[in-house]
């Protein structure tokens, strides 16, 4: 039996958001990726909501949880006061507090939805051990072809959904299988990191890492329903700590 996930949304408020992170050194551009996790983390600690999308402050934060409401609502109301602010989770006189709702984990096998998400189409360089751009690979895989980026990022969705052979299996992997999926979005867009210090000290070094950002839209059919329900909750590809990877879910016959 899956472990029971919750969908939260709330609304953080621009101004403090920006001001929070400022304070901390923590905005590179637009991206509000670390912000926000960083944020989640100060609130929540180690029971950080993960996945999570923000799109816009109109639309505000989705994230998936394991608390249920009385343990998120324990949570909140511990929660650093900064933190809970700029996340829009206290209830005042400009925000209307955090939503959270039971989501479903029990799906059916052959289940049709639809659904959309936003991913670092990233892939690992064998020789180098370094980052690139899932298109830039298939580039080099096959010079003097004329790709697609979006035929080459569903490729890269449907692979990361499947099993991978010759690796051990992991709980959430075939849960699903990919029907198809277009590009909504794409960027190249530089996002923040922070990494342990090579000196072995507490300090963690800033980077900054330009990489494609898309959102991808589509339907997928649902193969094991037990670790469909895992691949929700742990979310697809890398970064998924830092606003990609969240698979938004809707009805197969309505718009992404």
């Given at each position: 039996?899956?472990?029971?996930?919750f969908?939260?949304?709330?609304?953080?408020?621009?101004?403090?958001?920006?001001?929070?992170?400022?304070?901390?050194?923590?905005l590179?551009?637009?991206?509000?990726?670390?912000?926000?996790?960083?944020?989640?983390?100060?609130?929540?600690?180690?029971?950080?909501?993960?996945?999570?999308?923000?799109?816009?402050p109109?639309?505000?934060?989705l994230?998936?949880?394991?608390?249920a409401?009385p343990?998120?609502?324990?949570a909140?109301?511990?929660?650093d006061p900064?933190?809970?602010?700029?996340?829009?989770?206290?209830?005042?006189p400009?925000?209307?507090?955090y939503?959270?709702?039971?989501?479903?984990?029990?799906w059916?096998?052959?289940?049709?939805?639809?659904?959309?998400?936003?991913?670092?189409p990233?892939e690992?360089?064998?020789?180098k051990g370094?980052?690139?751009?899932?298109?830039?690979?298939?580039?080099?895989?096959?010079?003097?072809e004329?790709?697609?980026?979006?035929?080459?990022?569903a490729?890269?969705?449907?692979?990361q959904?499947?099993?991978?052979?010759?690796?051990?299996r992991?709980?959430?992997?075939?849960?699903?299988?990919?029907?198809?999926?277009?590009?909504?979005?794409?960027?190249?867009?530089?996002v923040?990191?922070?990494?342990?210090?090579?000196?072995?000290?507490?300090?963690?070094?800033?980077?900054?890492?330009?990489?494609?950002?898309?959102?991808?839209?589509g339907?997928l059919?649902?193969?094991?329903?037990v670790?469909?329900?895992?691949?929700?909750?742990?979310?697809?590809?890398?970064?998924?700590?830092?606003?990609?990877?969240?698979?938004?879910?809707?009805?197969?016959?309505?718009?992404?």
């Amino acid at each position: 039996m899956s472990e029971p996930l919750f969908l939260l949304h709330c609304q953080p408020d621009p101004r403090l958001l920006a001001a929070w992170a400022a304070q901390r050194r923590l905005l590179v551009g637009a991206d509000l990726g670390y912000p926000l996790h960083a944020l989640l983390l100060a609130a929540f600690g180690e029971a950080a909501p993960q996945p999570f999308a923000y799109d816009d402050p109109a639309q505000g934060l989705l994230a998936y949880t394991r608390l249920a409401p009385p343990a998120l609502a324990q949570a909140v109301a511990l929660a650093d006061p900064a933190a809970a602010d700029a996340l829009g989770l206290s209830t005042g006189p400009h925000s209307a507090g955090y939503r959270v709702r039971a989501f479903p984990t029990q799906w059916q096998a052959g289940q049709v939805l639809g659904f959309t998400v936003r991913v670092r189409p990233i892939e690992r360089e064998a020789k180098k051990g370094c980052e690139r751009d899932a298109f830039i690979g298939a580039a080099l895989a096959a010079p003097g072809e004329t790709l697609c980026r979006q035929t080459v990022y569903a490729a890269w969705l449907a692979a990361q959904l499947a099993p991978r052979p010759g690796t051990e299996r992991q709980a959430w992997q075939g849960g699903a299988e990919l029907l198809d999926a277009g590009l909504n979005r794409f960027a190249l867009s530089p996002v923040l990191r922070r990494t342990q210090s090579s000196s072995g000290s507490t300090d963690r070094a800033s980077r900054t890492v330009t990489g494609p950002d898309a959102t991808l839209s589509g339907h997928l059919r649902v193969k094991e329903p037990v670790a469909f329900a895992a691949l929700l909750a742990r979310g697809v590809g890398r970064h998924r700590a830092f606003g990609f990877g969240m698979l938004r879910l809707h009805p197969a016959s309505s718009a992404g």
